[in-house]
């Protein structure tokens, strides 16, 4: 089949390729593949995965040939009369890529609900509009892989692992949480799934997510342990200014470390416009800077994501790098729940609605016969039913002690301190005198 062609957004390290460069766009797949020959005896490669658009709003320089995946199915569909050799999904894989998605969807639409019942406190940042970023990455790991997230973290730990009874019992402050109520909204984290944490300031997770990726990198080539786990970092794109984030790819790089650094690009940091911000907007061309892949792909389309993913995500394991991926996404609603979301203008959000990462991957299923009407429906009705256990569970659940608050303080098991004579200052009644019930 004639390959279709594309401008090259995508920069490997140690190429010349210019952005008006041409290279083969594969057909079906749906992402340029550039190979450049450092030496004889090697070869590297640079995927990327482009946005459906013919201009995506983060990459300045037009090309109106490139394809999206969708258009490159329908062409070989026409043409090999054979749409199962077409397909970018099995039926498994595409049943529980939707399941997780509407999981994500149901359980942060019920943690609004909540929110506003007074059943949660403090920020509640919600991740409506961008499960495709977090399903097409996280559901390709194994559970031996790390994850490192952010404040927006709820979907990030389902997609990991983590039930929907600990996230949202953590989200309940009750002892049956993740942290044991201790963390709450943007601290999630499981030893269990190997999910890091989420953290609250941006950029701090990234460093945690680099020393992660060097301890793989130590038990494979220090320690002669049979290891090949990855960890992706998952951070938005008001953290690429950061310092913490140049040094972080500077070490990767430097180290070769299997890291994946994925930026979910919602356009917006808190209130400021992400265009308004940053110098340079395509966070992808930061990659080659430090001498690893860089890719830009359309985080509205979990079909993309997961192509790019399993690239990245390859690599890593293979022991080739990291990479950078931007995946250009969108949330529906305001930075948190206690934001009115003011500022967006109602067209650019009516805009990425209409691009709904969950109604295309439903539109795409149906389409290409892989699952029915009914089977969609039977998951929306599974997933309601999951997350409505788990705000019973939540419910039902106790709240911590007030022993619990003086627990993994410090080093001593009890918390705040041994006496001299031995004792636990915290066993002395008086200690707690005057602190709030809990």
């Known amino acids: 089949m004639a390959s279709c062609f594309a401008s090259a957004k995508i920069i490997n390290f140690g190429s010349q390729i210019r952005s008006n460069d041409r290279i083969p766009l594969d057909s079906q ?5 550039v190979s450049i020959l450092r030496s004889p005896q090697k070869q590297r490669f640079a995927h990327g995965m482009y946005s459906n658009r013919s201009k995506p709003l983060m990459c300045r320089s037009g090309a109106s040939s490139i394809k999206c995946v ?39 639409d019920m943690c609004a609900q909540m929110y506003y019942r007074g059943k949660m406190f403090g920020f509640v940042h919600l991740y409506n509009g961008q499960e ?11 559970n031996e892989d790390c994850v490192v997230s952010t404040y927006r973290d709820h979907v990030h730990a389902l997609s990991k692992g983590v039930s929907a009874r600990a996230v949202m019992s953590e989200l309940f402050g009750k002892t049956t949480g993740c942290c044991r109520g201790q963390g709450g909204s943007m601290h999630m984290f499981s030893k269990e799934c190997n999910l890091l944490g ?19 990198k130590y038990k494979r080539e220090v320690l002669n342990e049979i290891c090949d ?24 790089a430097l180290w070769k470390l299997p890291i994946v650094f994925v930026v979910e690009n919602n356009l917006w940091a808190i209130g400021m416009s992400h265009l308004r911000a940053t110098s340079v907007p395509e966070i992808w061309k930061k990659g080659p800077a430090f001498g690893m892949p860089g890719v830009h792909v359309d ?65 795409y299923i149906l389409e290409n016969n892989l699952a029915s009407e009914a089977e969609l429906k039977a998951i929306d009705n599974k997933m309601e039913g999951i ?17 619990q608050l003086l627990q993994n303080v410090f080093v001593d098991p009890k918390g705040f301190g041994i006496e001299p004579d031995g004792k636990y200052r915290c066993e002395d009644p008086k200690f707690t005198e005057g602190t709030a019930q809990v």
């Open 387 to 403: 997350v409505e256990d788990a705000v019973e569970f939540a419910n039902a659940s106790p709240v911590p002690s007030r022993e």
């Open 70 to 108: 969708s258009e490159v199915v329908k062409e070989k569909k026409t043409k090999s009369g054979s749409p199962a050799s077409t397909l970018l999904i099995t039926k498994k894989e595409g049943l529980e890529v939707y399941e997780d998605m509407v999981l994500g969807r149901t359980f942060e």
């Open 29 to 33: 797949l749906g992402f340029s593949k």
């Open 132 to 142: 495709a970023v977090s399903t097409g990455f996280i559901k390709l790991l194994r």
């Open 198 to 216: 989420g953290f609250a300031f941006i950029g701090e997770g990234i460093p945690v997510a680099t020393g992660a990726a060097f301890t793989m």
């Open 229 to 252: 786990d990855v960890t992706v970092a998952f951070f938005g794109d008001g953290t690429c200014n950061n310092g913490q984030f140049f040094e972080c790819l500077n070490m990767a």
């Open 299 to 363: 985080g509205m389309d979990v079909l993309k994501v997961r192509e790019v993913a399993k690239e990245a995500i390859g690599r890593a394991r293979r022991g080739e790098g990291p990479t950078l991926v931007e995946c250009e996404t969108y949330r529906y609603r305001g930075h948190s729940l206690a934001d009115p979301d003011e500022l967006r203008d109602r067209a650019e959000k009516d805009k990425y609605a209409a691009r709904d990462p969950i109604t295309a991957l439903k539109k």
